[in-house]
C-alpha cells in the first residue's frame, strides 16, 4: 500500500545550502559559524541543511552536532533548517534526532553511515527506525561517494511507503538531459510521485534541476550562495539554457572540485580566502588544501568574481 504524497514535500525545494562547520583549535568556531548562516539568509536560499558532508557532520560529537543545530535555527531569522543526523549507530542517530527536535529544525537529513558495508535491509530499517520516532520529515541522504551505500530504485520506492520520508537526495550523474530527464522520471513512477527529489553533486546541479529535479541540495551554496541561487531560480523559472549557462561559467570551479577530490576542501578554502573562516578550518585528520593548491582556489575566485 502506498500512503499519499508527503505533506512536507513542498518544503524540500529550491536551493538548500550546505555550510561549513569551520573548526578552530579543534573546536566548533561558533562565531564564524553563525556568520556563515546569517550570510546564507542574507542571500535567501529557501533552506540551510546543517551537518551534511560539507558540515563534516561524521568528525562531530554528539554534543557539538547539538550545538551546530541551536546556532543554526538561532541565526536562521525562519529560514527553514534540516539537521544531518547520520551515525555510525542507531543509538546515536537518535540521539542527533533530539537534539535537531530540541532546537527547532523543520527537517532531517539522514545518511546510513557505516563501517562495515550495509545490506537494502540494514538500511530500510535505519529510516524505519528514524521515521518511528520523529515527526519531522526526512531527506534520504544517497552520497555513495561519501557513505560507499549505493541506493536502487526499489530501495528509493520502500523508503517512499514510510510516514515521515519527504525527499530522496540523489547524486548526479554524467548522463545526457534526455537520459537525465529519464532516470529522475523512473524514480519518481518507482516512488509513486509522493515525495520530492534533489540532486546533489554541484558539478551537475544545474543538469539535474533541469532534468526535473524538485531542489540542489549543494554544498558551495552554503559558502557562495549568490551564484547557485541564480542557476536554481533560472532552472524553475523554466530558463533551462540559461541555468546551463551560468553553471558553464563556473566550470573552472568545477574543474577543482575534480581534481582536488571533491568539493570539501575546495569550499574551506573558498571561506578561507573571503576570510569568512579562519584558516585551517577543516577537522584533523583532514589538513585542507596545500598552500600552492589555495593560491589556485583564490585565482579562481576572483576571475569569476565569487563573493
Not at 67 to 75: G, I, K, P
Not at 78 to 105: C, H, S
Not at 249 to 266: I, T, Y
Request: aromatic residues 6%; negative net charge; charged residues 20%.
Amino acid at each position: 500500500m502506498t500512503h499519499p504524497t508527503s505533506p512536507f514535500r513542498a518544503l524540500f525545494t529550491g536551493l538548500s545550502a550546505f555550510p561549513l562547520t569551520p573548526i578552530r583549535d579543534e573546536e566548533v568556531d561558533e562565531a564564524a559559524y553563525a556568520g556563515l548562516i546569517e550570510r546564507l539568509v542574507a542571500a535567501g536560499v529557501d533552506s540551510i541543511t546543517a551537518l551534511g558532508s560539507t558540515g563534516s557532520y561524521v568528525y562531530l560529537s554528539t554534543g557539538e552536532r547539538a550545538r551546530v543545530a541551536q546556532l543554526t535555527v538561532d541565526h536562521a531569522a525562519g529560514t527553514p533548517v534540516f539537521v544531518g543526523v547520520g551515525a555510525l549507530r542507531t543509538r546515536e542517530v537518535l540521539a542527533n534526532v533530539r537534539a535537531a527536535e530540541a532546537a527547532g529544525a523543520q527537517g532531517l537529513l539522514l545518511a546510513p553511515v557505516s563501517y562495515h558495508p550495509l545490506t537494502e535491509d540494514d538500511v530500510f530499517e535505519l529510516f524505519r527506525t528514524v521515521t518511528s520516532a520523529t515527526d519531522l520529515p526526512i531527506v534520504v541522504y544517497d552520497n555513495p561517494g561519501t557513505t560507499h551505500f549505493t541506493f536502487t530504485t526499489d530501495l528509493y520506492a520502500r523508503l517512499a511507503e514510510l510516514d515521515g520520508v519527504a525527499s530522496i537526495k540523489i547524486p548526479g550523474l554524467p548522463l545526457s538531459p534526455r537520459e537525465f530527464a529519464a532516470h529522475v522520471e523512473a524514480i519518481r513512477a518507482a516512488t509513486g510521485n509522493q515525495v520530492s527529489i534533489g540532486i546533489s553533486g554541484d558539478a551537475l546541479g544545474a543538469a539535474g534541476l533541469n532534468a526535473g529535479c524538485d531542489a540542489w541540495y549543494t554544498a558551495v551554496g552554503g559558502t557562495l550562495p549568490a551564484p547557485m541561487l541564480a542557476i536554481t531560480r533560472a532552472a524553475v523559472n523554466g530558463e533551462a539554457e540559461r541555468a546551463s549557462e551560468l553553471s558553464a561559467d563556473l566550470q573552472p570551479l568545477w574543474d577543482l572540485f575534480a581534481e582536488f577530490g571533491g568539493s570539501l576542501r575546495v569550499t574551506a578554502a573558498i571561506a578561507e580566502h573571503l576570510e569568512l573562516v579562519a584558516a585551517p578550518s577543516l577537522p584533523l585528520p583532514i589538513l585542507g588544501l596545500t598552500d600552492s593548491q589555495k593560491r589556485r582556489v583564490a585565482e579562481v575566485v576572483e576571475t569569476l568574481n565569487l563573493h
